[in-house]
């Protein structure tokens, strides 16, 4: 079975767009985001107005504000601490990387957490890991939604991730340890990655290397979730060899078409459950 993300993500935005009817008529506002962008990395050029495409689509009011490369970290913590007390702005996201000379934590840390749709706030990080109610980090979020829709009952599965990065690996393992997953996080140093994911029911690959997960390296009936998106000579590769893996696997996503559209849908999630809290 291949995991249709993008089929799955429309539906998704489709149940938003009827929320956010339902707040124009309760609350005589919509939910507002906030993106920021820095500099000019092409590939978050692309990000960005795919996120602005899909918020206004579903009614969310979006903007974009755009800094060169040059701007001083000052100006931009100015602009988040107008943001957070701007009313009509329930979500900001600070689009990632950054330039070298703007300090990252700084800039997470400057955002309120009520208004922090990337989940990547120090109170939502501890939140999550605590099992509390958080703000949930979009591109892992949107891995779980997909999962369920192959899985309703993860309880006792055994999750192998690939990559501990803040963005998606480290919040994965907590959303999967919610659900009574056995999780198993690897990374560059991991010994033998290949016998790891031979023992998962579950693989989240999230690593930025074309095809690096191969058919021999899952069990029959894994499911398997490929978060790479890898520019190669062939064109847009995930992380895992689809055309082998696909044999083997109970399901998979595609690369493109499978985590990337819920990753933006998810954030539109967000943003209106930050407004939901806003107006609680
Ligand atoms: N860059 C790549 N993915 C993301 C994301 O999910 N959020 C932000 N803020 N930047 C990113």
Not at 43 to 59: L, P, Q, T, W
Not at 94 to 103: A, E, S, T
Not at 133 to 161: F, M, N, Q
Not at 185 to 208: P, Q, Y
Request: aromatic letters at 4%; hydrophobic letters at 35%; one cysteine or more.
């Amino acid at each position: 079975m291949i995991i249709d993300g993008k089929k799955i993500a429309e539906e998704l935005r489709e149940e938003l767009k009827k929320k956010i009817i339902e707040f124009k008529a309760t609350y005589k506002s919509v939910p507002g985001l906030t993106v920021i962008l820095i500099g000019e990395d092409p590939a978050s050029k692309i990000y960005v107005k795919n996120k602005e495409k899909y918020a206004k689509d579903v009614g969310i009011n979006s903007e974009v504000i755009k800094y060169p490369d040059s701007v001083d970290e000052k100006t931009v913590l100015d602009k988040i601490s107008n943001l957070n007390k701007d009313k009509k702005i329930s979500g900001i996201l600070v689009q990632l990387p950054l330039p070298k000379h703007i300090n990252k934590k700084k800039i997470i840390d400057a955002i309120l957490p009520n208004k922090d749709v990337d989940g990547f706030h120090p109170v939502n990080v501890g939140n999550l890991s605590s099992g509390y109610e958080s703000k949930v980090p979009c591109t892992p979020l949107g891995c779980y939604l997909l999962l369920r829709k192959v899985e309703k009952d993860l309880k006792g599965k055994h999750a192998v991730i690939l990559g501990r990065s803040n963005l998606n690996g480290k919040p994965m393992a907590q959303l999967l340890l919610k659900e009574n997953c056995t999780v198993t996080i690897t990374h560059s140093k991991t010994k033998d990655l290949k016998n790891e994911c031979k023992r998962a029911d579950i693989i989240i690959a999230a690593v930025g290397q074309p095809k690096l997960v191969k058919g021999d390296w899952v069990k029959k009936g894994a499911i398997v979730i490929d978060v790479g998106i890898n520019k190669t000579a062939n064109g847009l590769e995930g992380d895992v060899d689809f055309k082998e893996v696909s044999k083997v696997a109970k399901a998979i996503t595609p690369v493109p078409g499978g985590v990337g559209p819920m990753t933006i849908a998810c954030l539109l999630s967000n943003t209106i459950e930050c407004f939901k809290t806003a107006n609680s």
